[in-house]
């Protein structure tokens, strides 16, 4: 499985991005899509995941300003942000989970950087 992220920029806070993360090969063992961030100084968190039957988690901190969706044709998912907030600054990384007759594996896209500036 590899994974294409892209969207992240700077944005005023208040503001709204959109991140896509794009995943070719193996797609059929994935079981769910995730995105994580790091902040600075902080240790990596999932920011929010949506399984192949459409369920979704969220952190609490982005709960009702973020949304995980997914475009099943385009082997996309996507993470729009609103209300950005200057603590939303981070690298954000895509995820899948996979599970394969030979295990279960995680596969990471590479991070894309959103800087919210107060």
């Known amino acids: 499985v590899q994974l294409q992220a892209s969207g992240g920029g700077k944005v005023q806070a208040g503001g709204s991005l959109r991140l896509s993360c794009a995943a070719s090969g193996s797609i059929y063992s994935i079981q769910a899509m995730n995105w994580y961030r790091q902040a600075p100084g902080k240790q990596r968190e999932l920011v929010a995941s949506?399984?192949?039957?459409?369920?979704?988690i969220y952190a609490d901190s982005v709960k009702g300003r973020f949304t995980i969706s997914r475009d099943s044709a385009r082997n996309t998912v996507y993470l729009q942000m609103n209300t950005l907030k200057p603590e939303d600054t981070a690298v954000y990384s895509c995820n899948a989970d996979s599970r394969m007759p030979s295990g279960r594996y995680h596969y990471w896209g590479q991070g894309t950087l959103v800087t919210v500036s107060s």
């Open positions: 949506i399984t192949n039957s459409g369920s979704t």
